[in-house]
């Protein structure tokens, strides 16, 4: 006789069932609305960021199985503006012992791989340059989608590059029209170098130059960009920039960004200032992996990266149940030119604006109501204060101050007690980067998403990027008491982006 559940059992598994099938409610209490996160499990590097007819493609390093590092794949999302991410199916498979690990997209706009299968006046395909790591060895492989990504081939012929090495991977890939072949830009992590190659089709590679030692050298390198940005206030001038990530030896502990600026004549990178020399492009502690979008048109012009928010001290504790892991928000890149030389300022990209709820911001005065998603702007001007900030609490004795100092000057996020329950060490912390006067006042646009903490000091100037798991929200705001001229902050509450069911 078949096996029959009783009816209650059977009514319990069909509500199991259907719960299993339904989109997450993308409202779990540390969740982000309007910064990227995975509906389900672990997410770290952002991966193949690429612009094709119309959308923006997020591919990201993803465990489809589990809540922590594992089974490396290629998760995948899609967004018209880059905000508002559908998500795809997983894109590429760890399979055979060999997991997906960082890499980029390129679109072969003139078919020069021989994948693209378009016959009429466009050619192209999408191309995937990944790490496939396995086997004792880590080499790099090629994946195509001739149907806006929506499927990929992985090569036959991989690896396209293998020199047995253990350690060597994260290609990025992009055309250099100077010398019409592409090039990738890949790392030794434990020698600290950046090896680059040169394409004629993407599958046969032939090295170029290495760059490193230089700069932080206290971990692995790991996740290089390059690309070239113009400089504000100098019209038709750029310089290189060559971003590449350390772990740990970061600047506020474990993993970190850091950037070098300089040229690139389509062989060599090289540096305008000396080895020694260390410049971070975000102080806080959980901005890493960033990586550039290829492909922007050129009617658009800019060139935008977002980094993975987290830390590899503890990302796999981090307290947030049934996803893991958050991208920060895309950031537009430029240099600027100051008193230390060329630096890289980034800012939040301008399509953020219509997430305002209102046009007009709330002034900050005595204890305000902070909702979970807003942006902050704060102008402190001179005066006889020490420091100037902003304090984010709530009921529990939570809190997390965004602040300046004035000696020295810096600005800083201090989130030693935005957690009473701690799961991590190496969690608490104060992190602080050098600030300078812009035009007699210093503004700082703090971004709040629930769990993560953007501050963009300066326009952009010096970035600090930190996760905050407070045991419920963070639900008041206030003005730090300051002596002397009284600082100015405006809140505009921000809209979710998950308030779709797709
Ligand atoms: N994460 C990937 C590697 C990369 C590291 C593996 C950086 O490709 O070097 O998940 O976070």
Known sequence: MPHRLTRPLAVATAALTFLAAQPPAYDEPLRPQFHFTPARYFMNDPNGLVFYKGEYHLFYQHNPLGEQWGHMSWGH????????????????????????????????????????????????????????????????????????????????????????LKDFRDPKAFWHEPTRRWIMVTVLPDQHKVRLFASADLKAWTPLSDFGPAGATGGVWECPDLFQLPIEGEP??????????????????????????????????????????????????????????????????????????????????????????????????????????????????????????????????GITVLPGSAEIQLDVKPGAWTEAGIRLSNDAGEDVIVGVTRVPLEVFVDRRRSRRTPFHGAYPGRHAGPLAWRDGRLTLRVLFDRSVIEVFAGDGETVITDRVFPTQPLDRLELLPVRGAQPEARLWTLASVWNRRD
Not at 114 to 143: E, I, M, P, W
Request: charged letters at 20%; hydrophobic letters at 35%.
């Open 236 to 365: 038709g001038r750029t310089r290189w920039v060559l971003d590449v990530d350390i772990n740990p030896g970061g600047i506020a502990g474990g993993s970190a960004g850091q950037y070098f600026i300089g040229t690139f004549d389509g062989t060599r990178f090289v540096a305008d200032e000396p080895a020694e020399r260390t410049r971070w492009a975000d102080y806080g502690a959980d901005f890493y992996a960033s990586l550039s979008f290829s492909d922007i048109p050129a009617t658009d012009g800019r060139r935008i990266w977002m980094g993975w928010t987290s830390n590899w001290l503890y990302t796999n504790d981090e307290p947030s149940v049934t996803w893991r892991g958050a991208q920060s928000i895309p950031r537009a890149l430029t240099l600027r030119r100051g008193r230390d030389g060329l630096r890289l300022v980034q800012t939040p990209v301008a399509e953020i604006e219509r997430l305002r709820t209102a046009p007009a911001p709330t002034v900050i005065t």
């Open 77 to 164: 999302a899609v967004s018209p503006d880059l905000l508002h991410w559908r998500h795809l199916p997983v894109a590429l498979h760890e399979a055979d012992g060999v997991m997906i690990f960082s890499g980029s997209v390129v679109v072969d706009w003139h078919n020069t791989s021989g994948f693209c299968t378009a016959t009429g006046a466009d050619r192209s395909c999408l191309v995937a340059v990944y790490t496939g790591h396995g086997h004792g060895k880590q080499t790099q492989n090629l994946a195509y989608s001739n149907d806006r990504g929506r499927t990929w081939m992985k090569y036959a012929k991989n690896p396209v590059l293998d020199p047995g």
